[in-house]
């Protein structure tokens, strides 16, 4: 019999005892060319290094992966059409790219590192490998340097996520079968919320989408059947003569040739719900895949993924605990103590406020132009932000876009023409709308409420503006109105998991409760069935200030949700046809959405939405939709939790809650004036 024990010794044991040294580490220093780094990457079929800086002893500074340099080209490409690599790297130095694409954090652990640790690190999000340090420097790595300097540093090796499981895949008796046994299903270890883009669609979409959504991969589907991946692996397949015609490639014929080029395909691996950790664990060693996709019981349906990132997860959560450490009640104290002195700080003084690349959109830009430009850019919102003098206006949010659809929709046009006219509402919705300026539709929803901070808001009183109803995002702003960033909710709930609150604040029995004891959430939500028209469905999204709506069978039983984020497709032409169209021509490409009983934990419900990146999570029994929670719930939830500090007297507001009322009074006025011009519009239009 396999006991615990077994675990706990490989857990404790050094990890440079366990796993060999592969040969060769290396290192790029911060002056190094990014187009070199590009290049030996490539070659070397690397996926990304350390950077190692010999002018601060060594320290690793950070990270350069083959997703930030991608994200870099993709933006100068949209900017000037084409992109030749070489000329658009050549002046830039890897201090200028590292994380770039936020996607990876950065973990230096020392060579006396346990096991226990390194699987710790590489469960976290957005940590794909660790670099680990020499203790002594007897031990000299290799630094990627064009022949000029030292070219050595104290880097002893770095540890992969796929080198842990081709370990944990070889070693199974470190495993106890209590936890290799169990099914993916058992254990919920599959991210439900997985992206997804057509054969059709071209190369840089997939690369764009995977950037957007903060994942390194996406699935290709025809339907709702998955036939193919693409992973931020393959865009060294793009580094050509003519990378142009790589990126406006057709998935399909992308991925076809990526299976002919390489010695080990671009293959497609599954697995199912039924399929037990041991299974899953060897699937990811043989194949030497990062992920492997979830199919429904035709083994073709796209239902999730489970990734080399969920597999430690697993392990970490179920490993036994380190007996080593047992903190006391002044140990609790104190990180408590710790915590409520963050929430006090400055958030600026925690988060790096640097390198936030803003999309943003002139006062004066025409809306039809603004909007499309918008859906194009995969964000939720853009700031309108003046060009001459930087000064930051408001917001302009998709379901600013929805809100408008549906009043031209519903009231305008039913008032002249006592029913809507196709003609006319394709001529107002789309081209008309290009005479008015995206500034006049800033927060049109009254969904996309837009509380400015400055960048001194401290920790606490940021998240308390983040849980009012309407905010998403609040935007920061420094001297002369300037927009610094947008911190949205997400950013909020990573920076909130990151700094262990679930674990040294919250007390067990808050963490521990269910949702039947607990009020967290929307239960009074309205569902729709498939076959109904898509316009429906958005009308009740604009009247209840709702951003998604649960799509379910004439059972009661959800299948998918539609939310405004599918608006993207209004952009395009053919708007009354789109709306008029049945929910099921919407959502037959995505895929079933996140689900939790309310048997499920205030723990869980934070690990799901933290770890899948979802902006929501439906409760459901049997799997008929009862409500829904969104990260501004959970948002919520903790404000109530978390000691914040004192709000303004009743009665009484901050100046800059004054500040924004004027601001949504002059929206107002501006809607006004708006749709009072739309209307003269269609009447002379009628008179002629």
């Known amino acids: 019999t396999i006991t615990k024990s077994v675990m706990e010794n ?38 990304g290094c350390p950077v190692s800086d010999a002018d601060k002893d060594d320290k690793v500074v950070g990270l350069i992966d083959l ?32 994380n770039y694409s936020g996607m990876n954090n950065l973990v230096v652990l020392n060579e006396s590192a346990k096991f226990r640790d390194i699987l710790k690190a590489l ?18 790595s290799k630094l990627i340097d064009e022949k000029k300097g030292k070219n050595y540093c104290w880097l002893k090796r770095f540890v992969t996520q796929s080198e842990v499981v081709r370990f944990l895949a070889n070693n199974l008796d470190a495993i106890p079968p209590t936890y290799l046994y169990r099914t993916v299903e ?17 190369v840089s979409d997939a690369f764009k989408l995977m950037i957007d959504r903060g994942v390194s991969a996406v699935a290709v589907v025809r339907g709702s059947q998955i036939v193919g991946n693409v992973s931020c692996r393959d865009i060294r397949f793009t580094v050509t003569t003519d990378p142009d015609k790589f990126l406006d490639m057709n998935v399909d014929e992308f991925v076809k040739r990526l299976n002919k080029a390489e010695s080990s395909p671009n293959q497609l691996v599954t697995c199912m719900l039924s399929d037990n950790i041991r299974t899953i664990l060897e699937k990811l060693s043989e194949n030497n895949v990062r992920r492997v996709w979830l199919v429904g019981d035709d083994k073709n349906t796209l239902c999730g993924v489970v990734s080399l990132r969920d597999i430690l997860a697993y392990l970490v959560a179920s490993q036994p605990k380190d007996k080593s450490y047992n903190p006391t009640d002044k140990v609790k104290a104190a990180a408590n103590k710790q915590y409520l002195f963050k929430l006090k700080r400055s958030y600026s003084d925690l988060v790096s406020l ?19 430009k918008l859906f194009e850019s995969g964000y939720a919102s853009v700031p309108i932000v003046s060009e001459k003098t930087k000064k930051f206006y408001g917001l302009v949010d998709k379901l600013d876009y929805c809100a408008f659809i549906i009043h031209t929709f519903e009231n ?15 001529l107002f919705a789309n081209q008309k709308l290009k005479h008015f300026k995206i500034a006049d539709l800033m927060n049109f929803s009254k969904m996309n409420k837009s509380y400015e901070q400055t960048s001194s808001v401290k920790v606490g009183e940021l998240m308390e503006v983040l849980s009012r109803p309407g905010v998403h995002r609040v935007p920061l702003t420094g001297r002369r109105e300037h927009l610094i960033r947008l911190v949205t909710q997400s950013e909020m709930l990573d920076f909130v998991m990151s700094n262990k609150v679930g674990s040294t604040f919250f007390p067990e029995e808050i963490l521990n409760r269910t949702l039947r004891d607990i009020t967290m959430g929307n239960y009074k939500i309205r569902t729709m069935t498939a076959d109904k028209a898509a316009i429906e469905v958005f009308k009740v999204l604009n009247q209840e200030s709702w951003s ?29 046809l789109l709306l008029q169209s049945p929910v099921k021509d919407w959502i037959e490409s995505k895929v079933k959405p996140l689900t939790i009983t309310k048997d499920a934990t205030v723990r869980q419900v934070l690990s799901v939405l933290h770890q899948t990146k979802a902006h929501r999570i439906y409760v459901v029994e049997d799997d008929k939709p009862l409500g829904v929670i969104s990260i501004g719930d959970v948002l919520a939830y903790l404000r109530k939790t978390l000691p914040f500090p004192e709000e303004a007297p009743e009665g009484q507001t901050t100046k800059l809650e004054a500040k924004d009322n004027n601001r949504v009074a002059g929206e107002e006025k501006a809607h006004e004036e708006c749709i009072k011009a739309m209307r003269q519009e269609l009447k002379e239009k009628e008179t002629q």
């Open 354 to 372: 640097k390198k936030q690349k803003l999309f943003t959109l002139s006062p004066e830009t025409p809306a039809n132009e603004g909007f499309a």
């Open 10 to 47: 490989t857990l404790d044991t050094q990890f440079s005892k366990l796993v060999p040294e592969t040969a060769g580490t290396y290192a790029v220093k911060p002056s190094h060319s990014a187009f070199l780094t590009l290049q030996w990457l490539i070659e070397n079929r690397i996926l």
């Open 123 to 140: 469960s976290l999000p957005g940590v794909h490998r660790v670099p680990v340090k020499a203790e002594s420097k007897n031990f000299i």
């Open 67 to 98: 997703i930030d340099i991608t994200k870099y080209l993709l933006e100068k490409r949209q900017e000037e059409g084409s992109i030749n690599f070489e000329q658009a790297l050549k002046s830039v130095k890897v201090a200028d790219l590292i």
């Open 186 to 202: 058992e254990t919920g270890i599959a991210t439900l919320n997985v992206y997804s883009l057509t054969e059709d669609q071209k």
């Open 412 to 426: 305008i046009v039913e008032d002249v023409n006592a029913g809507p006219d196709r003609q006319m509402f394709e």
């Open 548 to 576: 998604a709506m649960p799509i379910v069978d004439h059972h009661g039983k959800l299948i998918r949700d539609l939310s405004v984020t599918d608006l993207h497709s209004l952009v395009s032409k053919n708007v009354s």
